[in-house]
T-cell receptor
Framework: NAGVTQTPKFRVLKTGQSMTLLCAQD?????MYWYRQDPGMGLRLIHY???????AKGEVPDGYNVSRLKKQNFLLGLESAAPSQTSVYFC?????????????FGEGSWLTVV | GNSVTQMEGPVTLSEEAFLTINCTYT??????LFWYVQYPGEGLQLLLK?????DKGSNKGFEATYRKETTSFHLEKGSVQVSDSAVYFC??????????FGTGTRLKVLA
């Protein structure tokens, strides 16, 4: 009963390095989201997708890119990591059929940029 | 723009105490409202939700009522347990399938 799975769970990067976070969901959901969680700031939406092949910017998109080549996967990329991107990243998905649907979260990916 | 404001924590209570965590929102139209809970080291899980005015969401002894006149969705529980210690997030969905979260309130329940 996997739900939403994120990899990797932990990663330490040096400033300027690149990496990709992978989110996979097995619920056939149309909508997928990437959030970052920082102390005192709650969850902020980075990018989201309303279906395969689509992406859109959220509240804090700068420094990140995303792709949704397959319906079940949503990738978050950092091209040139900065210390300000040290955070916990959460992926979520929802079926988007009606307003007010629940979205389901992965367990998070802890990223440290040194 | 749309936003969610919830009371700052941490909130520290003794076991069996009454809990209230305040949440107010700003939104155009008729958003859906949610409470999510995050246990240490885990992702967020839905606790309860309400999709229209005057609806009451409830789960595991927690309740919240969608009050459009006061734009509020306060979380309550009559008797908290140590196992309720977690971070609680209020959120709204603004009709465009984007979910906006508050900053979270940490609850610590002492035995």
């Amino acid at each position: 009963n996997a739900g939403v799975t994120q990899t990797p769970k932990f990663r330490v990067l040096k400033t300027g390095q690149s990496m990709t976070l992978l989110c996979a969901q097995d619920m056939n959901h149309e909508y997928m989201y990437w959030y970052r969680q920082d102390p005192g700031m709650g969850l902020r939406l980075i990018h989201y997708s309303v279906g395969e092949g689509t992406t859109a910017k959220g509240e804090v998109p700068d420094g990140y890119n995303v792709s949704r080549l397959k319906k079940q996967n949503f990738l978050l990329g950092l091209e040139s990591a900065a210390p300000s991107q040290t955070s916990v990243y959460f992926c979520a998905s929802g079926d988007g059929t009606t307003s007010g649907n629940t979205i389901y979260f992965g367990e998070g990916s802890w990223l440290t940029v040194v | 723009g749309n936003s969610v404001t919830q009371m700052e924590g941490p909130v520290t209570l003794s076991e069996e105490a009454f809990l209230t965590i305040n949440c107010t929102y700003t939104a155009t139209g008729y958003p859906s409202l949610f409470w999510y809970v995050q246990y240490p080291g885990e992702g967020l899980q839905l606790l309860l939700k309400a999709t229209k005015a005057d609806d009451k969401g409830s789960n595991k002894g927690f309740e919240a009522t969608y009050r459009k006149e006061t734009t509020s969705f306060h979380l309550e529980k009559g008797s908290v347990q140590v196992s309720d210690s977690a971070v609680y997030f209020c959120a709204l969905e603004d009709g465009t399938y984007k979910y906006i979260f508050g900053t979270g309130t940490r609850l610590k329940v002492l035995a």
